[in-house]
């Protein structure tokens, strides 16, 4: 039964990615139309832009001799059909993640594939949650991009059979630590999105050029203040993911703090990060600055899970986290 339901999750992992990379391609699309249809306004001296475009691209009015028609603001049909795909994708998705943790009787994410597993669906749940406080749909393709090549990488290099836990994991600060961790990674990873479309909104504001659809987009300013928003709770939950660590290795191992490699790079992440919210705070460090130490954040994430996990030995090399 089991094996069953492990080949059961399995399918289930190969049937979202499936449905996330046709959800990539519409939102691809969408950018093209969107980048289609701004070079056909800019190119026509008669119609000039109305700015009611909402937050995070809702629908600008463009007015040609008294006429209003919709500019491709995150309502044509390819976002609408990319949402869909991603919502469908999210829920097979988080079927394969259940299965898998039901396959092996405890929360699925004791090693490298269970993590990228659960931390990629938890990702998409933060993309898809915070729609409903702002339109980020502008962000789809970066986001099932990086999904899609994460899920990926993931079941062709490091899936393995359901196994029990070693020894030390099986505590309950296995569930807080790392779901926390997940949780902060996904609000981190739109904040970085956020953060190289100010870069890019920004150059397009000081030199003119730059890709057409970015003039549906937010201004580098309200970019710059929603991946700031987004990092700060990143961040909180970052900072809780290593307070918890500590507790975790007291009781796993005896002491709070033993530089260990992977608690090293927890540390340096949290500074990074702690460096953008202290660095913004500085009138000099606000706009392209603060965007680019968001980014290297981001970076050192994947880094840590990636190059640390793989080529440095440590406490942490059993279950990959």
């Given at each position: 039964?089991t ?35 701004r ?7 008669y ?51 259940v ?11 004791a ?15 933060v ?6 406080w ?25 899936y ?28 981190l ?49 970052w ?33 990074l ?13 606000r ?35």
């Amino acid at each position: 039964m089991t094996e069953e339901l492990a080949s059961i999750s399995l399918v289930g992992v190969y049937s979202a990615t499936a449905v996330y990379t046709i959800a990539f391609i519409a939102f691809t699309l969408d950018l093209a139309k969107r980048t289609a249809e701004r070079s056909a306004t800019v190119a026509n001296p008669y119609v000039s832009a109305s700015a009611s475009a909402s937050v995070g691209g809702g629908t600008a009015v463009l007015e040609r001799t008294g006429t209003t028609v919709d500019a491709p603001a995150g309502r044509s049909k390819w976002v609408r059909i990319a949402m869909s795909l991603t919502v469908l994708g999210w829920l097979l998705h988080i079927a394969a993640t259940v299965l898998r943790g039901i396959a092996a009787e405890r929360v699925p994410w004791a090693n490298m594939f269970e993590f990228s597993l659960t931390a990629t669906a938890i990702i998409v749940g933060v993309f898809l949650g915070v729609q409903f406080w702002q339109d980020l749909r502008y962000l789809g393709a970066y986001l099932l991009g990086f999904v899609v090549l994460a899920l990926g990488i993931a079941t062709v290099n490091f899936y393995v059979d359901v196994a029990p836990l070693v020894p030390a994991l099986q505590s309950a600060w296995l569930v807080i630590h790392v779901f926390v961790a997940a949780l902060a990674t996904g609000f981190l990873a739109l904040g970085a999105g956020l953060s190289v479309m100010q870069i890019l909104q920004a150059r397009r504001e000081a030199s003119g050029k730059g890709a057409r659809f970015l003039g549906t987009l937010p201004d580098a300013h309200r970019l710059e203040m929603l991946a700031y928003r987004l990092i700060v709770v990143g961040f909180v939950f970052w900072t809780f993911t290593l307070i918890a660590g500590a507790i975790w290795a007291e009781r796993a191992w005896g002491r709070y703090w033993g530089w260990d490699t992977k608690e090293v790079w927890t540390f340096i992440i949290w500074t990074l990060f702690a460096g953008y919210i202290h660095a913004r705070a500085t009138r000099g460090w606000r706009g392209t600055r603060s965007s680019w130490l968001a980014i290297i954040g981001f970076a050192a994430i994947v880094f840590n899970f990636t190059v640390v996990n793989l080529f440095f030995k440590g406490l942490h090399a059993y279950s990959g986290l």
